[in-house]
């Protein structure tokens, strides 16, 4: 009992209950099995036939497989919506269930393929953040070359003639109330 509440699906139980005589279950063991079951038909997504989960859950009427629906399984295991128009459950996401021991070598194989992507991945944005630095640093560098020889120049001016000096200092003026012709470092 267990592995068929572990795993298994209501349909499951019913085949094994004959052959293995399994104990009855009772209203609310059937009602868990049934929103598992669920979860089980709704793992992979996409587009399930009321007719489908009618079969699967033992209903015999769409409207009290639409209730189970509804009040069991919508926003709680299963994320998506009833189409009773055209006769599906539309999911977008369910809860998953236990693995079964026989795909857990599957299960290791994805996890195992998902852990060297992301390794890779991860080399890869440290390789572009040390890039990135490493031009932002000398593009920083070469800033302050600039303003270095801006200021050199600036001297340089006001040293060999002292009318030229005025002019620069009325720019710098202008600079601070019109238009910025100057290089202003941004950090």
């Known amino acids: ?11 499951e139980y019913r085949a094994r209950a004959a052959n293995e005589k399994l104990p009855t279950l009772t209203t609310r063991e059937e009602a868990k099995l049934k929103r598992l079951s669920t979860c089980a038909l709704c793992a992979e997504g996409g587009t399930i036939a009321y007719v489908r989960l009618m079969r699967e859950l033992e209903f015999t ?5 639409e209730k189970f629906i509804v009040d069991e399984c919508l926003g709680e295991i299963v994320w998506g919506r009833l189409d009773p128009k055209n006769k599906v459950l539309r999911v977008r996401r369910a809860k998953a269930r ?21 390794e890779t991945m991860l080399a890869s944005l440290n390789e572009q953040i040390a890039y990135v630095s490493s031009e932002k ?11 270095a020889a801006i200021e ?7 040293a060999a003639e002292p009318d030229v000096a005025e002019r620069v200092d009325e720019d710098e003026d202008m600079d601070e109330d019109g238009p910025s012709t100057g290089v202003k470092r941004r950090r």
């Open 152 to 158: 050199e120049t600036k001297k340089q001016l006001k």
């Open 1 to 11: 009992m267990v592995e068929i509440f572990a795993h298994g699906t209501l349909r």
């Open 98 to 118: 236990d693995a079964r021991a026989s795909a857990l070598d599957g299960v290791i194989a994805d996890v195992s393929r998902w852990h060297a992507i992301t």
């Open 61 to 65: 009427s769409e409207r009290a497989m």
């Open 137 to 147: 640093a000398e593009s920083l560098a070469r800033e302050d070359e600039l303003n």
